[in-house]
């Protein structure tokens, strides 16, 4: 028998390490970060996370919106929703594969969280708004449907690039 441990219990350090990395890696003006391609079966959720570790300021109450999406391998959004983050809160957004019209038993799927912008994937640079989320820290976690078992986190993602044109 194998054992295969999972720190899910590092999950909190990990994304304080990755919210304190250098200027540059995490830039306001990200349109925002997106997860490799994964593949959810029968019997499983996934669940894409964003937290905004912003301090909160008293004397400047402020904001900001995240959009967070599933799409598919070919980049049609199968799942989103806007939310407002306020210094130091989350929000989430599932997707059962239930949901997916499809009677394969395993789906590829890609998450995507957009930090200060309420559209689709990959903004044109006009739109973006700046953001009072100074430290977003995206994650994605799969987890059985019925018990609520984790069985996967990702805190690794990619900064999205600014394009011309959204995606089609």
């Keep these: 028998m194998r054992i295969v441990v999972k720190p899910i219990f590092l999950l909190l350090p990990l994304a304080i390490a990755l919210a304190a990395t ?3 890696a995490q830039s306001t003006n990200s349109p ?6 994964i593949g959810i079966a029968i019997g499983q959720t996934a ?35 806007t939310v407002n983050l306020s ?8 997707l059962k594969k239930s949901e997916l019209q499809t009677t394969a038993a395993r789906s590829e799927i890609r998450a995507v969280a957009l930090f200060g ?3 689709g994937a990959n903004p044109p640079q006009p739109i973006l708004q700046t953001t009072a989320c100074n430290l977003p820290v995206p994650s994605l ?17 990619t900064q999205l690039q600014q394009s011309a044109s959204p995606a089609q």
């Design 87 to 94: 210094p130091g809160s989350a929000a989430s957004l599932d």
């Design 22 to 24: 250098p200027a540059g």
């Design 47 to 81: 669940r894409v996370n964003a937290l905004n570790l912003a301090t909160q300021d008293p004397a400047n109450p402020s904001s900001c919106s995240a959009t967070l999406q599933f799409l598919d391998t070919q980049g049609n959004v199968l799942k989103q929703a």
């Design 141 to 157: 976690e799969i987890f059985d449907s019925t018990t609520g078992r984790t069985s996967l986190i990702l805190a690794t993602y």
């Design 32 to 37: 925002g970060f997106g997860f490799a391609l």
């Design 117 to 119: 912008y309420a559209g």
